[in-house]
């Protein structure tokens, strides 16, 4: 017979083992006195083992992890847990609700902790957040998506030099892996001085969802869970190909204001001053082609056409395995329509 676990604590609920229950935690009111709350699941095992939390919408419009959240929560049974998981739909009710990255004051709640009781709106909401969740947590998983327009492909931001994390990592298996420093009041920042390591998951584009993006997340959260033995199922989804790993990445930026026609798909591989796209004004009387600074894979890509002199156009991330790429490749690009009658110069 198992011996019986304490009940877990969160806010003003208890949640006995073997159960899961949805726990309300206030956080303010509105102006008009509405009560704004954070909800969270806790999914607490009668066995015993970590507790991890996966949390989504820290910016309020990237929603993609709004629907990852919902669909674990469908897809995990209380029976496979062993030990707890917290599962946040949307930690910045207040962006959430008005489709916004920010609060209300204009602040980024991911530059905001970890936070104070007495301090501004975002401070207050990491505060929070940090005493409920991370505080009591071994673990997380951190959802993301790119920003308005801008589309990311699905990636692990992580610090890879730690052993334990680059193990979680590995485990997610999302197509990339990048090592990501830590940024002063971040989640992740905040979370590894408590001594609870956060896995930064991105994919996809604010206000939307993309199908892929979704599947990868949630299958990438079960099998992490199921490596650092929360989940006992017994098939944890299989991972496709090894995660391609980088250690750094860049931007390409606009050189002019224009009309920017992209050469390059999310997940495509480039090389070393290959063209990636272009930029012309409205009648095409001006061309410009875009060169990649150096090899490597198309992890975000803007998706509006129309830009101004140093808009973010391309992220790409650097691997090793660029350089392999084929001058026929590029050959075979630079003969596309797209290109035809630029000026080479950027």
Excluded at 94 to 108: A, C, E, K, N, Q
């Amino acid at each position: 017979m198992l011996a019986s676990r304490p009940d877990f604590i969160i806010g003003h609920d208890r949640v006995a083992p073997g159960t899961r229950q949805v726990v309300d935690l206030p956080l303010s009111l509105l102006a008009d006195h509405t009560q704004i709350h954070m909800d969270a699941e806790v999914l607490h095992g009668e066995r015993g083992g970590p507790v991890a939390f996966v949390s989504a919408a820290i910016h309020g419009d990237e929603i993609i992890g709004v629907e990852i959240v919902r669909q674990l929560a469908q897809r995990i049974d209380i029976q496979d847990v062993c030990g707890t998981v917290i599962l946040v739909p949307v930690v910045n009710t207040y962006g959430f609700i008005s489709l916004s990255r920010y609060l209300p004051d204009r602040r980024d709640l991911n530059r905001s902790f970890p936070g104070t009781a007495g301090g501004s709106l975002a401070s207050q909401l990491a505060h929070t957040f940090m005493k409920e969740i991370v505080r009591r947590s071994a673990f997380g998983i951190d959802l993301h998506s790119g920003a308005v327009h801008r589309e990311n492909l699905p990636q692990i931001r992580a610090d890879l030099e730690s052993d334990e994390v680059r193990a979680m990592a590995e485990a997610f298996a999302a197509p990339v892996m990048l090592s990501s420093k830590l940024r002063d009041g971040s989640l992740r920042e905040a979370a590894c001085e408590t001594g609870c390591n956060v896995l930064l998951y991105e994919a996809g584009e604010a206000l939307r969802f993309e199908g892929q993006a979704v599947t990868t997340g949630v299958e990438g959260v079960l099998r992490v869970l199921s490596h650092r033995g929360v989940l006992k199922a017994a098939h944890p989804p299989k991972p496709g190909m090894p995660s391609a790993e980088a250690m750094s990445s860049y931007w390409t930026r606009a050189s002019m204001g224009g009309l920017f026609r992209t050469a390059k798909k999310l997940g495509e591989r480039v090389a070393e001053d290959e063209v990636i796209g272009a930029i012309s004004d409205p009648l095409g009387k001006v061309n410009q082609t875009i060169r990649a600074r150096e090899g490597g894979i198309v992890i975000g890509l803007l998706n509006m056409p129309v830009v101004n002199r140093g808009d973010a156009l391309m992220h790409i991330a650097t691997l090793d395995a660029a350089s392999s790429l084929s001058a026929v490749t590029r050959g075979a690009l630079e003969d596309d329509p797209l290109y035809e009658g630029m000026d080479s110069t950027i």
